[in-house]
């Protein structure tokens, strides 16, 4: 079984910049597939960034591109998400998933979900 917490969500005005932070604990998350979705109010959960167990990194392009940067450290058991220029639409409750099924952008794809952390972006 694995736990994820989420951290380093606030608030920040526009073109600011958060770094998230997911500790997982219980088990190794090194073989596994971790990824970082959104969710704003009245909105779907949405992929945002993901990185697989060796480093491989894919990202939802026309939301992120060039602003955030997913990484991983394996020996921390940790993964981050660097968001850079922040945008009011960047607004939302930001989630920590791992999974064993491959890097995928889908929910249904990841077994372990951290509880979120608020990201909020003012104008």
């Known amino acids: 079984q694995v736990q994820l917490v989420e951290s380093g969500g606030g608030m920040v005005q526009a073109g600011g910049s958060l770094r998230l932070s997911c500790a997982a604990s219980g088990s190794t998350v090194s073989s596994y597939a971790m990824a970082w979705f959104r969710q704003a109010p009245g909105k779907e959960r949405e992929f945002v960034a993901g990185?697989?167990?060796?480093?491989?990194?894919?990202y939802d392009v026309d939301s992120v591109k060039g602003r955030f940067t997913i990484s991983r450290d394996n020996a921390k058991n940790t993964v981050y998400l660097q968001m850079n220029k922040l945008k009011p639409e960047d607004t939302a409750v930001y989630y920590c998933?791992?999974?064993?099924?491959?890097?995928?952008?889908?929910?249904?794809?990841?077994?372990?979900w951290g509880q979120g952390t608020q990201v909020t972006v003012s104008s």
């Open positions: 990185i697989s167990w060796s480093g491989g990194r894919i």
């Open positions: 998933a791992a999974g064993s099924n491959g890097l995928l952008r889908e929910t249904h794809g990841y077994d372990y």
